[in-house]
């Protein structure tokens, strides 16, 4: 399975997915390949934002080594699924799908879609935008669990 989360600039929410997923993952020797990316060009090659390096690791999870980078419609080919993190870059992920078949790899990371909010200009969500991720990549491995 290789899955890539996407937010909008891959520093604050899409790292903490990829770093949490990797985790669960690890936990339940599952052979995925996880990244992230953001639809924005802002942060190409930074590490994540030092609260999603801190509320990562209170949680045993270590994505300081995480570096930004931009999604592009080449991802569509590497990665068999695609969470986003928000309405806003499922649309401006979607504008880069070739086929249906790009389209049908594109959902939102949060059922009933809902957006992860973006914690960027307030710390006290950092804490519980992580809990929301961390429940979502629960239920993705449990999902798979099932299929297998």
Same mark, same amino acid.
């Given at each position: @399975?290789?899955?890539? @989360?996407?937010?909008?600039? &891959?520093?604050?929410?899409?790292?903490?997915? #990829?770093?949490?997923? $990797?985790?669960?993952?690890?936990?339940?020797?599952?052979?995925? #390949?996880?990244? %992230?990316?953001?639809?924005?060009?802002?942060?190409?090659?930074? /590490?994540?934002?030092?609260? %999603?390096?801190?509320?990562?690791?209170?949680?045993?999870? *270590?994505? %300081? =080594?995480?570096?930004? !980078?931009?999604?592009?419609?080449? *991802?569509? =080919? +590497?990665?068999?699924?695609?969470?986003? @993190? *928000?309405?806003? &870059?499922? !649309?401006?992920?979607? $504008?880069?799908?070739?086929?249906?078949?790009? +389209?049908?790899?594109?959902?939102?990371?949060?059922?009933?879609?809902? /957006?992860? /909010?973006?914690?960027?200009?307030?710390?006290?969500?950092?804490? /519980?935008?992580?809990?929301?991720?961390?429940?979502?990549? #629960?239920?993705?491995?449990?999902?798979?669990?099932?299929?297998?």
């Amino acid at each position: @399975m290789k899955i890539l @989360m996407v937010c909008l600039g &891959n520093i604050c929410r899409s790292p903490l997915a #990829e770093g949490i997923l $990797r985790h669960l993952a690890a936990e339940q020797q599952l052979d995925w #390949e996880i990244d %992230s990316a953001g639809t924005g060009s802002w942060h190409v090659g930074d /590490p994540p934002d030092r609260r %999603s390096v801190q509320v990562a690791h209170r949680h045993g999870i *270590d994505i %300081s =080594g995480l570096r930004g !980078r931009q999604f592009s419609a080449g *991802d569509f =080919g +590497r990665f068999d699924r695609i969470f986003v @993190m *928000d309405l806003d &870059n499922y !649309r401006d992920v979607l $504008r880069k799908a070739r086929t249906d078949a790009d +389209r049908d790899k594109v959902q939102l990371l949060l059922e009933h879609q809902q /957006p992860v /909010p973006d914690p960027w200009y307030d710390d006290a969500l950092f804490e /519980p935008v992580f809990q929301l991720i961390y429940d979502a990549c #629960e239920r993705i491995v449990k999902e798979q669990a099932v299929r297998d």
